[in-house]
């Protein structure tokens, strides 16, 4: 199945830092989707990308889709001990019906 | 609604044993699917279908049965429990895949096998 890579595995932030994560893959994307996953429960919905070079926002996540929709990127300003947890991309449509994910990002937040 | 369920919570298998997982919704989704969560790992998709009737492998199938007899259930078989199996095993639905929808997940089913 298609595939898309997520960067960085992990990351550790001291409370109040901002987060990113991205996530890459080598073919157009019809649309992306991001979910979080805290930890000990399962991956939960958070927003769909579909337009090229898409923005939304959530408060502090703010989601980007690229103009290539290629690539898509979360960022979370001035994180908070509740944004722990694994944040995933996927699934690319493109992938017929697997529907796969990324290898998710996990963040771990220092109060 | 109950969204997607999933049985048991927690299972302790011996090595050689068979079970079933069991999984439904009541969104009257067409698209389901099985993942297997290893510690620290990403989702890794077992099996899937796109409707009653019709099943299909995933990324990592082997060991691993589904059916799809009805629009709500999708239970995964495991024919012969193997040590790497132990993993955290999460059902999923959505509408359909030919649309743009979101994926809701069952709260999981943690197997170790010994």
């Known amino acids: 199945g298609q595939q898309v890579m997520q960067i960085p595995q992990y990351q550790h932030v001291q409370e109040g830092e901002d987060f990113t994560t991205y996530c890459n893959s080598s073919t157009t994307l019809s649309n992306i989707q991001w979910y979080k996953q805290r930890p000990g429960g399962h991956p939960v919905f958070l927003i769909q990308?579909?337009?090229?070079?898409e923005v939304k926002k959530q408060k502090r996540l703010t989601f980007q889709f690229g103009e290539a929709k290629k690539n898509s990127s979360l960022h979370i300003t001035a994180t908070q001990t509740t944004d722990v947890g694994t944040y995933f991309c996927g699934p690319p449509n493109n992938a017929g019906n697997m529907l796969t994910f990324g290898g998710g990002t996990r963040l771990m937040v220092k109060p | 609604n109950a969204g997607v369920t999933q049985t048991p919570k927690f299972q302790v298998l011996k090595t050689g044993q068979s079970m079933t997982l069991q999984c439904a919704q009541d969104?009257?989704?067409?698209?389901m699917s099985w993942y297997r969560q290893d510690p620290g790992m990403g989702l890794r998709l077992i099996h899937y279908s796109v409707g009653a009737g019709i099943t299909d492998q995933g990324e990592v199938p082997n060991g691993y049965n589904v059916s799809r007899s009805t629009t709500e259930d999708f239970p995964l078989r495991l024919l012969s429990a193997a040590p790497s199996q132990t993993s955290v095993y999460f059902c999923?639905?959505?509408?359909?895949?030919?649309?743009?929808?979101?994926?809701?997940f069952g709260p999981g089913t943690r197997l170790t096998v010994l």
């Open positions: 969104m009257n989704h067409e698209y």
């Open positions: 999923a639905s959505r509408l359909t895949v030919w649309k743009d929808n979101e994926q809701f």
């Open positions: 990308l579909v337009k090229s070079g």
